[in-house]
């Protein structure tokens, strides 16, 4: 097992039986995403490593949990966010070609990962574009308390 917080991961230190990536990465290294976000609470990821050659494959679940701002009421909405990775890692596109040209490329300069950045880019891929409270659909929002006039109200 390889601990999520780790910065780099070797593709050939990877075991050819397979290895995992479990836990917590280190998200409060990622500014990006704690600027897109209200507050994050939890990031987790319980990934699967198979390593073939100079390809790693990369199969499981990044998960966050915290707030995102609702750009319907602008109030604060809880998220959990479960999203499904199936990445492969090298270091050219023709390497992961030749083992699984179905996965998304992520690219390891010399065979070296940088970890924090590859999951800070799934997280924040994960994201909605447009992040709407589910409950609201007209009136006071249930999820922040704040009601929003209708745009046909100043007409």
Do not use: Y
């Not at 390889?2 to 998200?27: C, K, M, N, W, Y």
């Not at 990006?32 to 990031?43: G, T």
């Not at 390497?95 to 490329?105: G, K, M, P, T, Y």
């Amino acid at each position: 097992m390889i601990a999520a917080h780790v910065s780099t991961l070797l593709i050939s230190r990877v075991s050819e039986a397979g290895d995992q990536l479990l836990g917590e990465p280190d998200f409060a290294r990622w500014a990006r995403l704690l600027q897109a976000v209200q507050r994050l609470d939890l990031a987790s990821v319980d990934l699967r490593l198979q390593r073939r050659g100079r390809v790693l494959l990369i199969d499981g679940e990044l998960r966050l949990q915290g707030l995102l701002r609702c750009e319907r009421c602008l109030g604060d909405m809880p998220c959990d966010i479960r999203q499904q990775v199936r990445v492969g890692v090298a270091d050219t596109e023709a390497a992961l070609v030749a083992i699984d040209a179905e996965r998304e490329l992520v690219m390891a300069a010399d065979g070296k990962l940088a970890v924090q950045d590859w999951l800070e880019e799934e997280a924040l891929l994960a994201l909605p574009l447009l992040p709407r409270c589910m409950e609201w659909s007209s009136g006071i929002c249930p999820v922040s308390g704040i009601e929003v006039p209708s745009l046909g109200a100043n007409q």
